[in-house]
C-alpha cells in the first residue's frame, strides 16, 4: 500500500537533548511538509520541500532543522533550541508542479513528542 | 494575510440529525479550501476540495460543502450524522498558485446516539 510512515510514533525527550522524526513516502511524491499540532491552535508549518535537496521555512521553522537528500524521506530534527517542543508532530506529502495548490495532502499517522 | 476561521471549537449533534462544521477564510485572489478530518491521534484524512466551478462541493462519507464567495465562507454539512462521524474536522486554504496551506484551529465533531 502506498502511503507515509512516520516513525517512532511516541519519543521522549530530555530537555538539552535533539531528536529526530522520521518521514518516509512511498507515494512518488515530489512535495513534502512537516506540521506542528497543538490543542485548540490547529495545524502549523515547520519546514516544506518542493523538491530534493531543496527545501523552505515555514511559520514556526526556529528550533528545527530537515533535510531532503531523497525524494522518499524527509526527516525533522527537533534541537534543543526549539523552547517548547512537546506536540504532536504531522509529516505530508502531495504532488507538485503548475497546480500544485489545488493538490491533496496526503498524512502519516503523527509522532507525538514527549519532553521530561 | 490568508487566514482561515472554524468560529465553533465543539459541535454536538444527534445522530440522524443534519450538521453544519462552519469555515470563513480570508484570501486575496482565487482561493482552493479544503476539509480534512482527524480521527483520534491519527494524521488528517482528506474529505473534500473547492477549486472551481459548481459551488457545491461532494466528498467522501457522505460529506459535502457549499463555497459562497460573497460570504467567504465553506461549510461542511452531511445531510444525517453518524456517531463514527465523531472526530476534529479541519478547514483550510490555499491562495491559487502557492505552495502554503494554511489550516483552521478545528471543530470537534461530537455525534451522539
Known amino acids: 500500500d502506498g502511503g507515509i510512515t512516520q516513525s517512532p510514533k511516541y519519543l521522549f525527550r530530555k530537555e538539552g537533548q535533539n531528536v529526530t522524526l522520521s518521514c518516509e513516502q512511498n507515494?512518488?511524491?515530489?512535495?513534502m511538509y512537516w506540521y506542528r499540532q497543538d490543542p485548540g491552535q490547529g495545524l502549523r508549518l515547520i519546514y516544506y520541500s518542493q523538491i530534493v535537496n531543496d527545501f523552505q521555512k515555514g511559520d514556526i521553522a526556529e528550533g528545527y532543522s530537515v533535510s531532503r537528500e531523497k525524494k522518499e524521506s524527509f526527516p525533522l530534527t527537533v534541537t534543543s533550541a526549539q523552547k517548547n517542543p512537546t506536540a504532536f508532530y504531522l509529516c505530508?506529502?502531495?504532488?507538485?508542479?503548475?497546480?500544485?495548490?489545488?493538490?491533496?495532502?496526503?498524512f502519516g499517522a503523527g509522532s507525538r513528542l514527549t519532553v521530561l | 494575510a490568508q487566514s482561515v476561521a472554524q468560529p465553533e471549537d465543539q459541535v454536538n449533534v444527534a445522530e440522524g440529525n443534519p450538521l453544519t462544521v462552519k469555515c470563513t477564510y480570508s484570501v486575496s485572489g482565487n482561493p482552493y479550501l479544503f476539509w480534512y478530518v482527524q480521527y483520534p491521534n491519527r494524521g488528517l484524512q482528506f474529505l473534500l476540495k473547492?477549486?472551481?466551478?459548481?459551488?457545491l462541493v461532494k466528498g467522501s462519507y457522505g460529506f459535502e460543502a457549499e463555497f459562497n464567495k460573497s460570504q467567504t465562507s465553506f461549510h461542511l454539512k452531511k445531510p444525517s450524522a453518524l456517531v463514527s462521524d465523531s472526530a476534529l474536522y479541519f478547514c483550510?486554504?490555499?491562495?491559487?498558485?502557492?505552495?502554503?496551506?494554511?489550516f483552521g484551529t478545528g471543530t470537534r465533531l461530537q455525534v451522539f446516539p
Open positions: 483550510a486554504v490555499r491562495r491559487a498558485n502557492t505552495d502554503k496551506l494554511i
Open positions: 505530508a506529502s502531495s504532488m507538485a508542479g503548475a497546480l500544485s495548490g489545488a493538490n491533496v495532502l496526503t
Open positions: 473547492y477549486i472551481t466551478g459548481d459551488n
Open positions: 507515494l512518488n511524491h515530489d512535495a
